[in-house]
């Protein structure tokens, strides 16, 4: 077979083969094809794909015509000793796909430029998606080892499976796969000669991985990216680059776990190219920022509607601010007073229930003159008070509602979600609420005297807008625009969280309530979560750590405080003075003994947060069932034992600080009695 291009440690045959040998012996290949182009016929008209090589025509179409006989072959451009040319040409149907393979210091990176895609005819044939490397690196079923997907906080996947599965998951996921939380740009194929880790490094944002176990006859497991130049056939060619990142480490290599060394190439990359930034860089145009990290994060439920269509569903207050003041009280009686406190629901008809009208304070509630009572004390008494708040629905119960605020999608319909607190969704438009509302009311609560940190509620999938007015032709474009709010909000009152992990906002925010390290009934019952998800794994917080707080609420609670230190996650809790049954959310008495004692593992006796927080994570390793080492960048160890049975010298449900900053810190006892 001819060789379009032959080195030492990079190889690509005509017939698709492609093999890369690392510095230590070890190979990673696939025989091809290289690429599979996902096209639109017109003639037709449907959607049909055929392979670069490919020995006979694949498409459906009429004799005589050139669909019936389409056709890819590989071609060399150049070769020098670090780069690879190609060309992937479709001559029948007039397309053309240029690409550079080059190789770097930890593997290569795989390019098409904005400029290397060729349609001469795209009035009869359309470039609708480019997969890239299929099967590279795969493993076969039976092999020791795991693919590494970026789902909820990291999803592991063995290859022990006897059915065959595809998933195809939109990067950031699309709304239609909201629950699949695919979080990151990012995955990584584990074998016994090392750890394959992949990075999309540009087009992330129209971009999907194609996962599969036990795939066909050979039986192989691999996750390789697919490229989206149209999401429909109809549209503008997408613009930009398209790059794939390969790096590989060695099985033996210092990170231990392979899915670390994904994880820390990751974060290298957002750190390098996408802003992501540590909490000292962040404190230097943010001081507040610290402030906030080491804080225990607290919210309190005020107030809520019975979700009904018209939005006027019964009103529910489970906390005054008179109330929520006596838990604060208590609090700080009980030793707990280091606080990130949100108000969760403060604004006119409680949570969700008129956005985007806020203002006034509800009266229910204590109204305007209890809530900056309340402002005042925290600020007496150290604790850093805040609200939790939503920009990105509207209702039509609020007199502030207008219909051309609203995303149109396709049809020019208003795009609507979930019947809420406040009647039916309407998701409003980024480009239109970060100015009309956003800056609105932020400035207005801190004129109130709330400054130091301010809570978004979930921000996830995203979508184009098609509103004459105020369109957002692209994924990124909407993406865009909501950094925009994060950026603003952070210059406003200092530091932002939101709700949920979300990769286009990794750089711009400070923390999260929730990074799904146990996936719900409903993320477990999708395809990801039914023939992928065979355990989670601390991804995100290798990614983040450092830079951000990946928060954790509580579940289990004799066990999480040992998990939340085990995966380098701090604690967060939600309570109310009167249950919410409706949210689930507990009363504070019910919970308060519980929220004592991990007040003090973090950030009192222990003083976990402050220790740890600063800090990224460098290595871990799985030593036993249930108890693991992880290692930060100072070179401080902490060892979990979350198992029933003692492991060497360290007790059951236990853990040990060996840090060489400060004295070893042990302990023996049980983290949470």
């Not at 740009?185 to 944002?205: K, M």
């Not at 008070?385 to 605020?405: I, T, W």
């Not at 005297?449 to 807008?465: E, K």
């Amino acid at each position: 077979m001819a060789e379009i291009a032959s080195h030492p440690d990079l190889s690509l045959e005509t017939s698709g083969h492609f093999r890369f040998t690392t510095p230590t012996g070890a190979v990673w290949a696939t025989n091809g094809p290289l690429l599979i182009l996902h096209y639109y016929d017109r003639q037709h008209p449907r959607a049909q794909l055929v392979a670069a090589p490919s020995g006979d025509g694949q498409a459906f179409g009429t004799a005589g015509t050139p669909s019936l006989s389409a056709q890819g072959f590989l071609r060399n451009v150049s070769a020098s000793t670090d780069v690879i040319r190609a060309r992937a040409d479709f001559p029948n149907i007039q397309i053309a796909i240029d690409f550079e393979i080059r190789r770097n210091k930890s593997g290569f990176i795989f390019r098409i430029a904005d400029d290397g895609v060729v349609e001469n005819q795209p009035g009869l044939y359309r470039i609708l998606r480019v997969e890239v490397l299929p099967e590279f690196g795969a493993a076969v079923t039976g092999e020791k080892g795991y693919l590494t997907l970026p789902n909820w906080s990291g999803c592991q996947t063995f290859y022990d499976k006897s059915y065959p599965r595809e998933v195809r998951q939109t990067i950031y996921s699309s709304n239609d796969q909201w629950e699949y939380n695919c979080n990151m740009g990012l995955f990584g194929i584990t074998r016994a000669q090392g750890t394959l880790c992949g990075i999309v490094a540009a087009g992330d944002y129209d971009a999907e991985l194609i996962c599969r176990v036990h795939w066909e006859q050979a039986r192989t497991n691999s996750i390789h990216p697919c490229f989206v130049y149209r999401w429909q056939q109809e549209d503008d060619r997408i613009p930009g680059p398209r790059e794939i990142r390969y790096s590989i480490t060695p099985s033996d290599s210092a990170e231990g776990e392979g899915y670390v060394f994904c994880g820390m190439s990751y974060r290298e990359f957002l750190r390098q190219e996408r802003g992501l930034l540590s909490w000292k860089e962040k404190a230097e145009t943010r001081p507040v920022v610290l402030d906030y990290r080491d804080r225990f994060f607290l919210k309190i439920f005020m107030a809520y509607k019975e979700p009904q269509a018209d939005g006027r569903g019964r009103y529910h207050a489970t906390c005054t601010f008179a109330e929520a003041r006596m838990i604060l009280e208590d609090c700080v009686r009980r030793g707990m007073r280091h606080l990130a406190v949100m108000l969760v629901g403060w604004g006119i008809d409680g949570h969700d229930g008129m956005p985007p009208t806020r203002f006034p304070v509800d009266e229910r509630l204590g109204g305007e003159a209890a809530f900056r009572k309340l402002i005042a004390w925290c600020a007496e008494n150290d604790i850093l008070l805040g609200v939790h708040d939503s920009y990105g629905e509207s209702y039509e119960c609020s007199p502030d509602f207008d219909p051309a605020d609203v995303i149109r999608n396709r049809t020019g319909e208003l795009w609507q979600g979930v019947i809420w607190s406040g009647g039916q969704v309407h998701k409003t438009c980024p480009s239109v609420f970060v100015e009309k509302h956003t800056k609105r009311d932020v400035p207005r609560l801190r004129h109130l005297g709330i400054y130091g940190h301010h809570h978004i509620d979930a921000i996830g999938s995203f979508m184009t807008c098609y509103s004459e007015d105020h369109p957002l032709p692209h994924r990124a474009d909407f993406a865009g625009e909501v950094r925009r709010m994060f950026h603003f909000i952070q210059s406003e009152m200092g530091s932002v969280s939101t709700e949920m992990p979300f990769g286009p906002y990794f750089e711009a925010v400070d923390g999260y309530f929730h990074s799904y390290s146990h996936p719900g009934p409903w993320h477990r019952a999708s395809v990801v979560g039914q023939y992928f998800l065979d355990r989670t794994i601390p991804l995100l917080s290798i990614v983040l750590h450092g830079s951000i707080n990946c928060g954790e609420g509580a579940g289990s609670l004799k066990t999480d405080p040992l998990f939340w230190l085990d995966w380098g996650m701090v604690p967060t809790w939600e309570v109310c003075m009167t249950p919410s049954e409706s949210f689930g959310i507990p009363s504070y008495q019910s919970v308060a003994a519980d929220l004592s004692a991990i007040y003090a593992q973090y950030f009192g006796r222990d003083n976990l947060a402050a220790l740890l927080g600063p800090l990224t994570i460098e290595g871990r390793w799985e030593l036993s069932e249930g108890v693991s080492c992880t290692r930060y960048s100072d070179g401080t160890e902490v060892l979990v034992n979350r198992s029933d049975f003692a492991w060497q010298d360290l007790p059951p449900q236990s853990y040990r600080v060996n840090s060489l900053a400060t004295a070893r810190r042990e302990s023996s006892e049980p983290a949470f009695a």
